[in-house]
């Protein structure tokens, strides 16, 4: 493990070309794109075509001209394949959250007789708050188990099991075939959290039989940020599903003004107002960048990317425990440090041009975006870290303040 071995590795990589299809700052080394994607190098443009043409001079025309309308499913089918999913069946609108709070209400109606829907402690918590927040008015009863106990917890309760296919914090992966058959052999339906897994580790929906996921934008899919997420409901169940969100973008014809709700028969029925154009302008085009470099190429290179970190770390930083999965095909496309003042460490990288990050309360976090990192940059971070831990300068006062954003 050296600087030239990682030269070598880039020399070699196939993606080597695409990181030019990004904009990456001088002199920085970027390892967060798993919180935020980089700004694509065509995005600027292309965004302010958008708004020049289609919004200034194709004024409101554009809802159908520059088929506005159909941005939100057309994003969805460019996601689509992704995550093993066939066009249709995704849809890009409003955030996660969002999102989870359709699905999981919706998952509930298609299962009257059972109201428990398992989780993990742990999972990123705006799936257990939007969760608690659908239990808290009586319409759910959450159930956590640790990810070893889950099968034993899928009992005749269940109605839904709701997981993060890649946990944020370990990027531990979940077997997504296994436990969607255990789910469904306890009767139960499935909703896969795929934020941390669209665009950088192996989906395939179809296969496993899921019924619905959802995922985020702005992460390796480079939408921007706040960018729309999608939501994924298989094909069979489209036609029975019914959300809470009534609004009218979610109607089978929103333009006859009918005073009565009547849902769209497709993936439309998970809309509820007007879709952010500019916001899905920008995720379509990270996310058609995404697509054109294929699932194969870019978990072949996430893996490359994180296990030589993980075998150059174990020898660099060796004093850090690595709380991510050893198993490359156990884990998302990240690595995970603790450290007391996991903080502080990710605040002095930063101040010498390493970009990762910090999750409390000791976890310090490299995300590897396979379609513009490179092996130096894995090899250039581990050193700055190491220079970091040697100097001790991350005991500055300044790097131990923390913003309201970490
Ligand atoms: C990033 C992320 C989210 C983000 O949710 P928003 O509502 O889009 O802010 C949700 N869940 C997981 C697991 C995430 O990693």
Request: charged share 20%; glycine share 8%.
């Amino acid at each position: 493990m050296s600087l030239a071995e990682a030269q070598r590795l880039d020399a070699a990589d196939p993606l080597r070309a695409r990181r030019a299809h990004f904009r990456l700052p001088e002199g920085i080394t970027y390892l967060d794109g798993n919180s935020l994607g980089a700004l694509p190098d065509g995005a600027p443009a292309h965004i302010s075509g958008v708004v020049e043409r289609e919004w200034g001079e194709g004024l409101v025309r554009s809802w159908n001209d520059a088929g506005w309308i159909d941005m939100p499913r057309r994003v969805g089918t460019k996601i689509a394949p992704l995550i093993g999913a066939e066009a249709g069946e995704v849809i890009a609108c409003d955030s996660v959250s969002v999102n989870l709070f359709k699905l999981i209400w919706a998952a509930l109606c298609m299962r009257p007789e059972r109201k428990t829907v398992l989780s993990e402690p742990g999972n990123f918590p705006t799936d257990i708050y939007m969760l608690n927040g659908l239990a808290g008015r009586g319409l759910a009863v959450p159930r956590l188990a640790a990810a070893d106990m889950l099968e034993q917890a899928l009992d005749s309760d269940v109605a839904l099991l709701l997981l993060p296919h890649v946990h944020y914090q370990t990027g531990a992966m979940h077997d997504l075939a296994r436990l969607t058959r255990a789910a469904h052999d306890a009767g139960a339906l499935v909703l896969w959290d795929l934020s941390h897994s669209a665009g950088a580790v192996p989906v395939d929906l179809a296969s496993c039989e899921a019924d619905f996921a959802v995922g985020c934008g702005y992460k390796y899919l480079n939408g921007g940020p706040g960018a729309p997420g999608f939501a994924y409901v298989a094909q069979r169940h489209l036609k029975a599903l019914e959300q809470p969100l009534t609004g009218w973008m979610g109607h089978s014809d929103p333009f006859s003004f009918r005073d009565d709700y009547e849902a769209a028969p497709g993936i439309e029925k998970l809309l509820a107002g007007t879709p952010s154009i500019l916001a899905l302008a920008a995720l379509e085009h990270g996310a058609e960048l995404i697509a054109d470099i294929g699932v194969a190429a870019l978990v072949a290179k996430s893996r490359a990317l994180s296990e030589f970190t993980r075998q150059a770390a174990a020898r660099i930083i060796p004093e850090l425990p690595c709380i991510s999965p050893a198993d490359p095909a156990a884990r998302g496309s990240q690595l995970s440090w603790r450290h007391d003042s996991a903080f502080a460490l990710s605040q002095a990288l930063i101040a010498r041009g390493v970009i990762g990050d910090f999750r409390t309360p000791d976890v310090l976090r490299f995300g590897f975006a396979p379609a513009y990192n490179s092996f130096a940059d894995c090899w250039h971070a581990l050193e700055q870290l190491r220079a970091v831990l040697d100097s001790g300068e991350w005991q500055r006062e300044e790097f131990n303040r923390r913003g309201r954003v970490t």
